[in-house]
């Protein structure tokens, strides 16, 4: 199980890396820093979600469900808006010609690497397999 579990953290790491690196590549390679507007965005998704979304039941016992619900909806809300907007960003600025549609295939390409890692963490972590 140990080994298996190694594998998983090296395949998450390895995406990850993947998924940064073909961010700043974007950048670099066509010389144009705003596509890294949608890296600060990375930064931004989950915070809706860890701030409003993972409460467990004993601190809204006084509000009662509807309250609970309702923030973790807001929560919710807040990370799609913000995972579109990582995706959107890159699409506005290569429409105004800003960016080359080169960074914007790059930008796209770590979206969805990066992506991707979430799903395959979420995943693993959702399996019974111990470590997460």
Same mark, same amino acid.
């Given at each position: 199980?140990?080994?298996?579990?190694?594998?998983?953290?090296?395949?998450?790491?390895?995406?990850?890396?993947?998924?940064?690196?073909?961010?700043?590549?974007?950048?670099?390679?066509?010389?144009?820093?705003?596509?890294?507007?949608?890296?600060? %965005?990375?930064?931004?998704?989950?915070?809706?979600?860890?701030?409003?979304?993972?409460?467990? @039941?004993d601190g809204y016992a006084l509000y009662g469900s509807?309250?609970?619900?309702?923030? %973790? @909806?807001?929560?919710?809300?807040?990370?799609?808006?913000?995972?579109?907007?990582?995706?959107?960003?890159p699409a506005i600025l290569a429409h105004a010609k800003?960016?080359?549609?080169?960074?914007?295939? %790059?930008?796209?390409?770590?979206? %969805?690497?990066?992506?991707?890692t979430v799903l395959t963490y979420d995943y693993f972590?959702?399996? @019974?397999?111990?470590?997460?």
């Amino acid at each position: 199980m140990a080994i298996q579990d190694s594998r998983v953290i090296l395949v998450l790491a390895i995406m990850f890396t993947t998924g940064a690196l073909l961010q700043l590549l974007g950048c670099v390679l066509f010389n144009n820093w705003w596509p890294m507007l949608a890296g600060i %965005m990375y930064v931004l998704v989950p915070m809706p979600y860890l701030f409003f979304g993972s409460s467990s @039941d004993d601190g809204y016992a006084l509000y009662g469900s509807t309250i609970q619900s309702g923030w %973790m @909806d807001a929560g919710k809300f807040l990370t799609g808006f913000s995972a579109v907007g990582s995706i959107a960003i890159p699409a506005i600025l290569a429409h105004a010609k800003i960016i080359t549609i080169g960074a914007l295939i %790059m930008e796209l390409a770590a979206a %969805m690497v990066l992506g991707a890692t979430v799903l395959t963490y979420d995943y693993f972590s959702s399996k @019974d397999i111990g470590f997460f």
